[in-house]
């Protein structure tokens, strides 16, 4: 199994651009997740799916879009990149989260490296 | 909302000392507690997860213990080596019911074992 991957590892975008990154899974995980990590933040989360067709969102949503049409796959969109969604971002999946009996292990990706100028 | 704490400043300790992190929640206590490891420019890494109904959990040279009374959590190395050096990270769901996919993480402490 390649686990969780992403793509792409770095991008460079201008003030005002959009653009999609990646996340997929082949574990057939119900639960996927995007979160963003700055210095001294630690990790947030921006928007979670607990299942094809289902999303919700988490403590940073704003200026994020997310959709989960099929199982293996969760792309988070920038729909209009600001200075201030420079960041690390992580894509996470684990079996699920409902009911306190889970065991709900993430799986992070390697992550994106965004620079907005 | 919750809230997760942790010591910010790093811990810098010697070679075959223990390693004590700590990990603090404000509000309800939740049904389960994880932690994470995390080497610079890749994603974290599961170690343990401990239950609500659980106070200690081990895994080789890894200790975790929970304690809902003083809401907070204490993960414990033993006989640290340098390779053990990285980011720790705490997580916890977000809402308190078990049933959602809010998985709040704190900001981290930094271990620095010294040979």
């Known amino acids: 199994n390649a686990g969780v991957t992403q793509t792409p590892k770095f991008q460079v975008l201008k003030t005002g651009q959009s653009m999609t990154l990646q996340c997929a899974q082949d574990m057939n995980h119900e639960y996927m997740s995007w979160y963003r990590q700055d210095p001294g933040m630690g990790l947030r989360l921006i928007h979670y799916?607990?299942?094809?067709?289902?999303?919700d969102q988490g403590e940073v949503p704003n200026g994020y879009n997310v959709s989960r049409s099929t199982t293996e796959d969760f792309p988070l969109r920038l729909l209009s990149a600001a200075p201030s969604q420079t960041s690390v971002y992580f894509c996470a999946s684990s079996y699920s989260l409902r009911g306190r009996g889970g065991t709900d292990t993430q799986y992070f990706g390697p992550g994106t490296r965004l620079t907005v100028l | 909302s919750q809230k997760i704490e942790q010591n910010s400043e790093a811990l810098n300790i010697q070679e075959g000392k223990t390693a004590t992190l700590t990990c603090n929640y404000t509000n309800y206590s939740p049904a389960y507690l994880q932690w994470y490891r995390q080497d610079p420019g890749r994603g974290p890494v599961f170690l343990l997860l401990i239950r609500e109904n659980e106070k200690e959990k081990r895994k080789e040279r890894l200790k975790v213990t929970f304690d809902t009374t003083l809401k907070q959590s204490l993960f414990h190395i033993t006989a640290s080596q340098p390779a053990d050096s990285a980011t720790y990270l705490c997580a916890l769901e977000g809402d308190g019911s078990g049933n959602t996919g809010k998985l709040i993480f704190g900001q981290g402490t930094t271990l620095q074992v010294k040979p």
């Open positions: 799916s607990v299942g094809a067709g289902i999303t």
